[in-house]
């Protein structure tokens, strides 16, 4: 990167590369954003259960999007973003455990699945179908929890997510979303990667740009200029090629400069992210020791003992149904 892009981009620190979401501010647009890259996080919870290609990019678009929203929380807890579907991907779970852990599980039809591909129905809405998307956030055991929820139908998660700021928190929002497979050379073995930007507007008088869009009633002048800073930072973000938003050799900083170099872009240190399962055999201990009987422990051991399979990360835990003596 040039010393002009540099200066342009407020940055004194090498650029960023893989896992990790880059906090921006487009000021003369009234908007700001995060772009997020994933490489090696998202290719070991993608390929850990051997996704079959259009799960695994379905998957892969839940975890960049769960990155983008979950890292602006400033908080210690969770967000989880969850899809319940009758589509052929019927259920989809990401876990953001704040401030840098992910997670990430998906539910399919395979004989769905497989019709869905031979009919060319293979787009995000056509293969989530129609149902919900679930939004929580969870600060801990003493706080209440807060969820929104959005309907999906035949909707794409970028199409989901304009909607669900705009309807629950009043913010227009615009995503770009995609996941795609590099091969590393020397490296038969494509690895996943995924690239995400999110953009909001946020005028500083903190009304609404959706009312005051064009069509919708008479504006004043400043009206007009916030209306026109959203449209052109949108239209901007729409120029962006998926390649480009995945492009191992593409950095994010570098990505943000191509689309806002005109109208100004100021980035600010990278927030990591790490693939990180929080299950336990402790947690999982006390779930079977405080959610069934002894019967039901005794119905559930197979050759004496219980075994219980993390859906995300896929590790097993082995327990005795009398003592919770746990067999590693």
Not at 48 to 75: M, N, Q, T
Request: aromatic share 6%; net charge negative.
């Amino acid at each position: 990167m040039t010393d002009n892009m540099m200066t342009a981009l407020g940055l004194d620190r090498p650029e960023t590369g893989d896992d990790a979401v880059v906090p921006f501010t487009l000021d003369q647009l009234d908007t700001r954003g995060r772009a997020v890259r994933f490489g090696d996080a998202l290719d070991t919870i993608l390929s850990r259960h051997d996704y079959p290609a259009l799960v695994a990019r379905l998957l892969g678009e839940a975890v960049a999007l769960a990155a983008l929203i979950g890292s602006s929380l400033k908080f210690e807890g969770r967000f989880i973003l969850q899809t319940q579907t009758d589509g052929p991907v019927n259920l989809i779970v990401v876990d953001f455990d704040a401030p840098d852990g992910l997670r990430g599980y998906a539910r399919f039809d395979q004989d769905a699945l497989v019709a869905a591909a031979e009919a060319g129905r293979t787009t995000p809405g056509e293969l989530l179908g129609k149902g919900h998307l679930a939004m929580t956030i969870d600060q801990g055991e003493h706080t209440e929890r807060y969820q929104g929820i959005v309907a999906l139908d035949g909707n794409s998660l970028e199409e989901v997510a304009h909607t669900y700021f705009v309807q629950s928190e009043q913010i227009p929002t615009m995503v770009r979303l995609t996941v795609a497979e590099f091969t590393r050379k020397g490296d038969e073995r494509p690895h996943w990667r995924a690239g995400g930007v999110l953009i909001q507007h946020l005028p500083d008088h903190g009304e609404s740009v959706v009312r005051d869009l064009p069509g919708d009633g008479d504006l004043d002048n400043s009206d007009k200029e916030e209306a026109d800073s959203w449209t052109q930072a949108k239209a901007l973000l729409a120029t962006l090629e998926d390649v480009e938003l995945a492009d191992p050799d593409l950095s994010p900083e570098r990505l943000l400069f191509r689309l806002y170099h005109e109208t100004g872009v100021r980035v600010f240190p990278p927030l990591p992210m790490v693939e990180r399962c929080t299950c336990s055999a402790d947690r999982i201990e006390d779930m079977l020791a405080t959610s069934f009987t002894d019967a039901d422990r005794d119905e559930m051991a197979v050759d004496g003992e219980i075994e219980v399979v993390c859906e995300f990360c896929s590790t097993a835990y082995h327990f005795s149904p009398h003592h919770f003596s746990i067999k590693h």
